[in-house]
């Protein structure tokens, strides 16, 4: 699966087939647009109100001397070096060949993406890869030219592609603690981490200050209000590089940080990753502007531009915010990076030909692959003047000065680092230390009914739920893989899953602790507590529609430890404030983990007493999102508002151990009962009925919306037909030439999980039989498809005649229903012809296609 379209497509799935591969891809062709053709779909040029923007000062001034040396090497670049210092390829779609050739300025690793693809590559591996792009980037050139390569990584809560490495709570558990000294001390011990990797840059931290915890990167945001974020970015800027005017700025200790992403991203409408944000330019520069000021103050040297749109206008082509603002206003004189692809979605623009977005201000295209296609392109753009000779000059100056502040023309091979290669820095015992009180400072403690925490010494206790002893799960998104998913607790050497933690604290105060998972006991515990929560998830696939905890089967365990007289601790694995009040009223004793890291140890340190009874750690942390009382109220709630009441939890709320708890168990359950009472859910009848959307792909990566009564695409086709009433069914065609599909699809998650014991029926007249396998899927994005052939009904059905086929849910088990893209999609890459109509989820006597 090409990692392009797992961080690049906005809300639609990839069929691991090639076929479902969705996106606003265009042709690989190589296309150079005339200059009336950039006129005409140019970098967005709107004027705003500069006199709204603060004007940060940087604590890291430009070194006169250092402007002369980058002047000098710039008037002997060839244009082809200065083009090739724009475009940053994934390691994976490189050679060392290539760096050389196409004298490339530097390189990234996407998640989830290792040294020849070994997900357990050591420190070594790493270091020797890093060795071979420096060495390529420094071979002598005809004019003398040689400029050392940088390498980026998204490393967020810690260097978290790597094996081995300490892994932090994420941000929002951060914004919690409230320790702006805490952050800075993470951002060194992370810097540290990756310095032992041979790489010196760093895709953090991300300063978006998330309005709408639908947004499924909520948990990459430290709170919903930008004075933490200011409070905070700045200091993770300062760990990462160091202090300006200091020795150890940009030392063989740190690593180069990055703002992002620029600007707006928290603040989508309805939470949806890469939309469209709305606010007014005055609450663009109050709510999303302040961690880049601090950010700025501190020295950060580059910025990373963020896939939404700022009222209509995608920032990838914002010259406007990117150039006047940015650059020119607030006095940023570091680099800007795009993201992965994020031209290719300014008007006019393709993933390989985007000139808009360098004439905008972006001064390196993050462009993962079809790389080489972008390089030529841009060339001839700068050949023909379409970009600018003082454009791309800015761009390469802006770019030197980055590497050459960090001492890369003098530092040599990665490998001479101090700290490359030096494995046992990776889980050093002073970075989990940092870690395990960042765990303990950002616990949130929401209900404590008879003072039920901490828990006594000598207590016999169960411990349930998935996440009990489940290190991946308390991770989350970003922990190796990109979404997280795919791991198991040996993949985290050195770490400490939530039981491990508690059977130590345990071993050390008298008590006893059973490992029970399901919630079963043979010797009737003194206390339960029950580990559970979200599953791990980052971009695109985290988007909700609803702040729901859609999965209620914690809730039954819950229920039966309190019909039974059992005292309940919950403990709450989130990534953003959820409709709980079922499991609340459920818990005796609720706390909110959030996504702790590989130091679950921290948390048994604050709800477990020392061997004397006493306290060992208080709960310190508060909200820094406001807690939901309804799960629609996510529009508003960033204000203390939303759909009916008010929050449940206002922002700043967290128990200590001397607060008594004024949370009963008597909370509203009113969507509890709503969402147990669903029966069925139509998604066609006589017209695609919303949030769905129709649509068509082909096997080259293409699709199509249908937005008329015909369409086509590739080796299938689409026309609207009448069955009962005009145009009121869909008629598909396959015509055998290639692998296609069709189905629908949502821009955001649809939540389904209340209908898992039911069936997918559709009416179905097959007027040409296939002559292929035939599959159908429902899915929720990369990793998360769930597909059962339908080859053998469609043939033994009745020809030209009407039917009605259904698929048991329990088809589709391994789809996520609580977050579905799309509930139907068929595809096929043989001949087929059939009629679609009326296409539902319910219930049925006996499914025509059964699964276990």
């Known amino acids: 699966m090409t990692q392009f379209l797992k961080r690049n497509l906005p809300h639609l799935p990839v069929y691991a087939a090639g076929v479902w591969m969705l996106a606003a891809c265009q042709s690989a062709a190589t296309v150079v647009s005339s200059p009336a053709a950039v006129a005409a779909t140019s970098a967005t040029t709107m004027s705003g109100n500069p006199a709204l923007w603060p004007k940060p000062i940087s604590r890291l001034a430009k070194d006169p001397a250092m402007e002369k040396r980058i002047d000098a090497l710039i008037a002997k670049m060839s244009l082809e070096q200065k083009v090739g210092q724009t475009i940053q390829p994934e390691i994976r779609h490189i050679s060392l060949t290539d760096v050389s050739k196409y004298h490339i300025g530097s390189v990234l690793n996407g998640g989830g993406s290792f040294p020849g693809n070994d997900k357990f590559a050591k420190a070594q591996d790493w270091v020797a890869l890093a060795d071979g792009f420096y060495k390529a980037s420094m071979q002598p050139s005809a004019n003398g030219v040689v400029i050392p390569i940088m390498w980026g990584t998204d490393a967020v809560h810690g260097h978290n592609n790597v094996i081995g490495a300490t892994l932090y709570p994420h941000n929002i558990a951060l914004g919690a603690a409230n320790n702006p000294g805490l952050i800075k001390q993470i951002g060194a011990a992370t810097a540290r981490e990756i310095g032992v990797t041979g790489i010196g840059w760093s895709f953090a931290p991300t300063v978006a200050v998330a309005r709408d915890a639908r947004w499924g990167r909520t948990y990459e945001s430290y709170a919903e209000s930008p004075e933490i974020v200011k409070a905070y970015a700045g200091k993770m800027v300062e760990g990462l590089q160091g202090e300006p005017g200091t020795k150890g700025f940009l030392s063989d200790q740190h690593v180069i940080a990055t703002a992002k992403h620029y600007i707006g991203d928290g603040g989508t409408q309805g939470g949806i990753d890469r939309g469209q944000t709305d606010a007014s330019e005055a609450e663009l520069v109050r709510l999303h502007a302040q961690g880049y000021v601090s950010a700025i103050e501190s020295g950060v040297q580059t910025v990373m531009v963020s896939f939404s749109s700022w009222r209509g206008d995608r920032m990838h082509g914002h ?505 139907f999609a068929l595809s096929t890459s043989g001949e087929l012809d059939m009629v679609l109509h009326h296409v539902r989820i319910e219930a049925v006597p006996a499914a025509s296609v059964r699964c276990p």
């Open 319 to 823: 010259k406007y915010l990117l150039t006047d603002i940015l650059k020119d206003h607030m006095g940023f004189d570091g680099l800007v990076v795009g993201d992965w692809s994020g031209h290719e979605f300014v008007p006019g623009c393709t993933r390989n030909n985007c000139a808009q977005a360098i004439n905008a201000g972006i001064d390196i295209f993050m462009v993962p692959e079809d790389w080489k296609l972008l390089y030529e392109n841009t060339l001839a753009q700068a050949r023909s003047g379409e970009i600018p000779q003082a454009r791309l000059d800015d761009a390469v100056r802006r770019i030197l000065r980055v590497k050459m502040r960090a001492g890369l023309f003098e530092r040599g091979a990665p490998s001479s680092y101090a700290l490359a290669g030096k494995s046992e820095v990776l889980g050093a015992a002073a970075h989990r230390d940092i870690a395990r009180q960042a765990v303990r400072e950002s616990l949130v403690l929401l209900k404590n009914k008879n003072q039920l925490l901490p828990i006594k010494a000598g207590s016999k206790i169960l411990l349930a739920g998935d996440g009990a002893d489940d290190i991946g799960k308390q991770a989350g998104g970003w922990s190796i893989s990109w979404q997280g998913t795919g791991n198991v607790n040996s993949d985290f050497p050195g770490a400490t899953s939530i039981y491990q933690g508690m059977a130590a604290a345990a071993n050390a105060n008298g008590s006893r602790v059973t490992l029970s998972v399901n919630g079963d006991y043979q010797e009737r515990p003194d206390v339960a507590v029950v580990v559970f929560g979200e599953n791990p998830y980052a971009e695109m696939q985290g988007d909700i529609s609803k702040l729901d905890f859609a999965s209620d089967k914690e809730l039954q365990l819950l229920k039966k430890f309190k019909a039974q007289g059992i005292p309940v601790v919950s403990l709450f694995i989130t990534g953003r404030p959820l409709w709980v009040n079922p499991e609340l009223n459920a818990s005796d004793a609720f706390a909110v983990i959030w996504q702790p890291g590989t130091e679950g140890a921290g948390v048994a340190d604050v709800i477990m007493r020392d061997a004397k009874n006493g306290v060992r750690f208080d709960f310190k942390g508060k909200l820094a999102f406001a807690w939901p009382a309804r799960p629609d109220q996510a529009p508003g709630l960033a204000e203390g508002k939303g759909e009916g009441d008010g929050p449940l939890f206002p922002r700043g709320y967290g128990l200590t151990y001397a607060d008594k708890s004024s949370v009963g168990d008597d909370l509203s359950e009113a969507w509890q009962l709503a969402k147990q009472s669903a029966q069925t859910a139509t998604i066609f009848k006589n017209r695609t009925l919303e949030p769905w959307q129709l649509m068509l792909a082909d096997d080259l990566n293409h699709s199509k919306t249908v937005t008329s009564n015909v369409a086509s695409l590739g080796a299938i086709s689409y026309r609207a037909v009448d069955r009962l009433v005009q145009e009121d069914a869909i008629q598909l065609q396959w015509s055998g030439r290639a692998a296609a599909s069709a189905g629908f699809f949502a821009k955001e998650r649809v939540d389904y999980s209340a209908l898992a014991a039911k069936a997918l029926v559709f009416d179905v007249r097959v007027k040409r039989a296939p002559t292929a396998e035939v599959k159908l899927a429902m899915n929720c994005g990369t990793d998360c498809l769930a597909e059962r052939s339908i080859t053998q009904a469609l043939r033994q059905a009745k020809p030209d005649q009407w039917e009605t086929l259904s698929v048991s849910m329990a088809c589709f088990a391994t789809a996520k229903l609580d977050m579905l893209l799309s509930p």
